[in-house]
């Protein structure tokens, strides 16, 4: 009896003592878990998503056999040392079993440790074959790239960009602008982009020019549609025919981004600075709508400079700029080098200058050849009152080969040797 109550008090003993040693190994366990999901935080950047699945597969079964090893022995060792007490009574062995059983809230812990321990990852290279259970477990990326320097990836998942190539946008163009190729990829097609592609087909724009105003003007995909009709409707009020309001639109993108008030401001600026008439100002506009949408100060300076520096007079500069309107936009040193040409070299007077105004628009390089042949020749005669007389308009705009056989009375062949003694 003394020996059954000694027996019995060593196996409670041990059993106080085993389950300590594996309340011990269950903290251990929690302190490694928390330094390994730390670990992995840091390293959490160098791992791809769907590596990460497949090393959490592997690592959890490699674990899972180990326990499975181990419960084992462990039942093992119980069975032998359960045989060196057959005498005790079944009450005892009730009381010994469950300090070797293993614990629910144990098992629970090893498995968060599986989950979050990362270092066995090391061990695998990222060239290892995988199997196709694995593979089918990779993530597939989006179908639109998240981000790109160019338009050209997005043209085959957009419908808004591809519709906008068939019409002929030049999207390489846009994509240099800031903001511009987000703004396109953000907009519908059949709620933002047809609809203002419909209103510029009722205003009178051609197929072939939406894709030239759009190019241009991108912003007019997201303009409100009451405000170009306004504008719209302000132009036709001026008494400019649909016609023409629709070939002001399609030369000049920006037109219709303007507000009404510009625009009523710029059509008073001309008509008051140049002294013009309701017609003449509409006429101008028309041939060079530009004008309503461009900067103010290069035309005020070239009026200046036409006024000042080269010495027309108010009148002259009035009938200039109605022959030829591209005179208030020319770049000024080029407008006063070929006025300096003209008047200085080739002795033209303001009056002839004035007559043939689109002298004054031509290339600088065509009007020089032309005159030293000419004078090579000794032709050049641009006087009317005197023989051999030649037109400053026939000068600068027939081709080479008629102003050698009609002016120069020469073979193209002896004016092109002529260029290049020049």
């Known amino acids: ?28 366990q929690v302190q490694r878990c928390n330094s390994a999901a730390s670990s992995a ?16 597969t592997r690592i959890k079964i490699k674990h899972q056999k180990c326990c499975y090893n181990n419960l084992t022995s462990k039942h093992l060792a119980t069975d032998a040392k359960e045989d060196k007490y057959k005498d005790l009574s079944r009450t005892d062995v009730i009381e010994y079993k469950p300090a070797l059983l293993p614990r629910t809230d144990a098992f629970s812990v090893s498995e968060h440790v599986i989950s979050l321990d990362l270092d066995v990852a090391e061990e695998y290279s990222a060239l290892e074959e995988i199997s196709d259970e694995e593979s089918a477990g990779i993530s597939i990326p ?11 990836d997005y043209v085959d998942k957009s419908e808004t960009l591809t519709k906008l190539v068939q019409l002929g946008v030049h999207l390489w163009k846009l994509e240099q602008r800031p903001n511009v190729g987000s703004m396109l990829l953000r907009l519908d097609f059949n709620t933002d982009v047809a609809p203002r592609l419909l209103f510029l087909k009722q205003i ?26 306004a504008r719209v409707n302000y132009l036709k009020s001026k008494k400019f025919s649909s016609e023409t309001v629709a070939s002001m639109v399609s030369r000049a993108p920006f037109l ?47 009026l200046k400079v036409c006024e000042i520096e080269l010495g027309f ?13 591209k005179v208030l936009t020319a770049n000024k040193k080029k407008l006063t080098q070929i006025f300096d040409y003209l008047h200085n070299t080739m002795k033209v007077p303001h009056h002839l200058i004035t007559k043939f105004p689109q002298v004054l628009n031509t290339k600088f390089l065509r009007l020089r050849e032309r005159h030293l042949f000419l004078e090579y020749l000794e032709k ?20 080479d080969e ?8 020469a073979t193209l062949d002896d004016f092109y040797l002529f260029q290049k003694t020049l």
């Not at 060593?10 to 040693?21: A, Q, V």
């Not at 008030?261 to 002294?275: S, T």
């Not at 008629?402 to 009375?409: H, I, P, R």
């Open 313 to 325: 007079k108010q009148n002259e500069i009035q009938h200039m700029v109605i022959a030829v309107p």
């Open 402 to 409: 008629t102003f050698c056989t009609e002016l120069a009375l």
């Open 142 to 152: 989006a179908n639109i790239p998240p981000a790109s320097n160019s338009l050209r």
């Open 41 to 56: 935080s840091i390293s959490s950047g160098l791992f791809l998503n769907h590596n990460l699945t497949t090393t959490h």
């Open 1 to 28: 009896m003394t020996m059954s109550t000694s027996a019995k008090l060593c196996l409670r003993w041990r059993g106080l003592l085993f389950s300590k040693t594996i309340t011990r190994l269950q903290c251990f």
């Open 204 to 229: 009178g724009v051609e197929n072939s020019r939406l894709g030239y105003i759009i190019t241009h003007n991108p912003f007019i995909l997201t303009a409100d549609l009451d405000n170009l009709q």
């Open 256 to 302: 219709l981004s303007f507000s009404v008030k510009r625009l009523d401001n710029r059509l008073g600026f001309y008509q008051q600075q140049l002294k013009l008439s309701a017609s003449n100002t509409r006429d101008i506009v028309a041939r060079l709508p530009r004008l309503l949408c461009g900067s103010l100060e290069p035309v005020k300076e070239n």
């Open 380 to 399: 050049a005669q641009y006087d009317p009152t005197l023989a051999r007389y030649i037109s400053l308009d026939r000068l600068v705009s027939l081709p």
